[in-house]
């Protein structure tokens, strides 16, 4: 079973930046598919950026130019560059992972971190 493990939440004020890590183990690189979420108090969880098993990114609008996705396949580690945060960043931040036949983030065949909190001041 793929294990992930977030880290690198924190408290920063606006216009600061944070990295956050996702330790993943017992998946295959080349065939998944990874991202990062997100979920505000009271909203729902909504995607921020993914990569998919060819290499292609998407990021939600508000996180282009300033978030980046990235992976280190040799140490199977995920990152989010967040730059730029504005307070309605905050959130709990998760990772999640999918096999190509798991055809939606929503399917219970995705696996989740435990989540990291990122809160932005303003």
């Known amino acids: 079973q793929v294990q992930l493990v977030e880290s690198g939440g924190g408290s920063v004020q606006a216009g600061g930046s944070l990295r956050l890590s996702c330790a993943a183990s017992?998946?295959?690189?080349?065939?998944?598919?990874m991202g990062w979420f997100r979920r505000a108090p009271g909203k729902e969880r909504e995607g921020v950026a993914t990569?998919?098993?060819?290499?292609?990114?998407t990021y939600r609008n508000s996180a282009k130019g300033r978030f980046t996705i990235s992976k280190d396949n040799a140490k199977n580690t995920l990152y989010l560059q967040m730059n730029s945060l504005k307070p309605e960043d905050t959130a709990m931040y998760y990772c999640?992972?999918?096999?190509?036949?798991?055809?939606?983030?929503?399917?219970?065949?995705?696996?989740w971190g435990q989540g990291t909190s990122v809160t932005v001041s303003s």
């Open positions: 999640a992972a999918r096999a190509a036949h798991c055809i939606s983030w929503n399917w219970p065949c995705t696996y």
């Open positions: 017992r998946y295959d690189d080349s065939t998944y598919y």
């Open positions: 990569v998919d098993r060819y290499g292609t990114i």
